[in-house]
């Protein structure tokens, strides 16, 4: 498993709790909303960050379809 992958897991694990909802429901949202990639290729801005700034960044894509940033 890539470190990128990793973190992607520990993310949507992570928001799912955020949201208190299932990591199947998120990652489901995620695809419709055509956000899943740019979520996982997000790796370099959101480990660095403060999860709270990934998390800001996905509701930002949900809501707006912009990266909050």
């Known amino acids: 498993m890539t470190e990128e992958m990793a ?4 993310l949507l694990e992570h928001y799912a709790a955020y949201r208190n909802a299932g990591t199947g429901d998120i990652l489901k949202e995620w695809d419709r909303k055509q ?7 997000n790796y370099w801005g959101y480990h660095t960050e403060r999860i709270e700034n990934a998390f800001a960044d996905i509701d930002s ?3 707006t379809g912009k990266a909050a940033w």
């Open 7 to 10: 973190f992607f897991i520990y």
């Open 35 to 41: 956000i899943t990639q740019t979520i996982y290729d």
């Open 61 to 63: 894509r949900l809501q």
